[in-house]
């Protein structure tokens, strides 16, 4: 793969830390990623070489060259993910240069109906994530509540 930017949604977590890094290393060391940037996004206030470090516990027999490539392409956002305007900035990296990312759709509803960017269709790609229905304390129940559970769970895979 060339000229490729790689977002980690949640790089300071475990399955970056044990599993995401260690598979990017393997990618270059192979010679199979050139010309890339990776950007590790999370809530967390810390640095790109704090989440390779890290990683690298996860890692045996790391070679320097290959770990000097990583680290010099790779890069951290601080990113609060209920924040829209959080997103604004690897939006925007994403708009001026050649490559990809992994967004919220609603982060780019615009770009995408005035063309500047385009949604990519990936057969047999299935991600799933766990939503809950949240409401104030004592509205529980109401008319309205109940309407819209009853509305998701028609529609959308809701056990």
């Given at each position: 793969?060339k000229n490729?930017?790689?977002?980690?949604?949640?790089?300071?977590?475990?399955?970056?830390?044990?599993?995401?890094?260690?598979?990017?290393?393997?990618?270059?060391?192979?010679?199979?990623?050139?010309?890339?940037?990776?950007?590790?996004?999370?809530?967390?206030?810390?640095?790109?070489?704090?989440?390779?470090?890290?990683?690298?516990?996860?890692?045996?027999n790391v070679?320097?060259?290959?770990?000097?490539?990583?680290?010099?392409?790779?890069?951290?956002?601080?990113?609060?993910?209920i924040i829209?305007?959080?997103?604004?900035?690897?939006?925007?990296?994403?708009?001026?240069?050649?490559?990809?990312?992994?967004?919220?759709?609603?982060?780019?509803?615009?770009?995408?109906?005035?063309?500047?960017?385009?949604?990519?269709?990936?057969?047999?790609?299935?991600?799933?994530?766990?939503?809950?229905?949240?409401?104030?304390?004592?509205?529980?129940?109401?008319?309205?509540?109940?309407?819209?559970?009853?509305?998701?769970?028609?529609?959308?895979?809701?056990?």
């Amino acid at each position: 793969m060339k000229n490729i930017t790689i977002i980690i949604f949640g790089a300071t977590g475990d399955l970056a830390k044990r599993k995401l890094i260690s598979a990017l290393y393997h990618l270059i060391a192979r010679k199979k990623l050139d010309n890339f940037v990776i950007i590790g996004a999370a809530y967390e206030d810390v640095t790109a070489e704090h989440i390779l470090e890290r990683a690298r516990e996860f890692m045996p027999n790391v070679d320097e060259e290959v770990w000097k490539s990583l680290l010099a392409r790779t890069f951290y956002k601080k990113i609060n993910f209920i924040i829209p305007e959080d997103f604004e900035a690897l939006k925007n990296f994403i708009v001026a240069d050649t490559c990809i990312g992994f967004l919220p759709k609603r982060s780019v509803v615009k770009e995408l109906l005035t063309g500047d960017l385009v949604q990519l269709d990936i057969d047999k790609l299935s991600i799933t994530r766990q939503f809950y229905f949240i409401q104030r304390h004592g509205d529980e129940g109401n008319g309205l509540s109940n309407a819209f559970i009853k509305f998701s769970k028609a529609h959308y895979n809701i056990k």
